[in-house]
């Protein structure tokens, strides 16, 4: 094992910076905002994952959105830091469900109800043309198949995106008719 030295910082004051700072704007090509998981490691979670652990997990790491996964690993849908609110564990405790059992399957939104941008068409679109799209539909995030491969390739964050700009974006929920449906009959 090689002991490195150890050196004061007192006399240094300045910051390295990137030669070329990419300024990102709305013109850039989408997959400068797009989180690429053959590059970076996916934020996953277990469907068995306790609920409770999982919200306080989400709110200690500044996690918006993890990916879960069922019993054999394979891709089962999302939940985000907004399916675990407490009007929705209040919902599930009224039905019978004990706190403490909650699960990150019981608020997940299944992959048969998530839409997708195509990684190759992201060649072809703006950083504009993502969020529009995500405006459009109301949605927070996004994964990213390909469907040559017949993968999860990555996913966008409008977060991510309003953090690059330097801009606020707000994008509302557009209520499914399902969600819908679901409140009214509650």
Partial sequence: MHTLPLYKTESVDKLAWPEVQNRLTLQSPAKAVFTDFKQHMPLVIDYDAKAA???QLMKQSHVKMKIVLDKSGQ?????TLADLTSQRIMQKV???IPRSELTAADFMQPKSMLQSFDYEQL??????DIICTLKDNGQQHCLVIDREEHVIRGIISVSDIARELHLPLDIQAQPSFSALSSVIAA
């Avoid at 060649?123 to 504009?128: L, N, Q």
Wanted: aromatic residues 12%.
């Fill in 53 to 55: 652990d999982l919200e």
């Fill in 75 to 79: 891709f089962s849908g999302i939940v």
């Fill in 94 to 96: 009224a039905q019978g």
């Fill in 123 to 128: 060649a072809y679109a703006t950083v504009e």
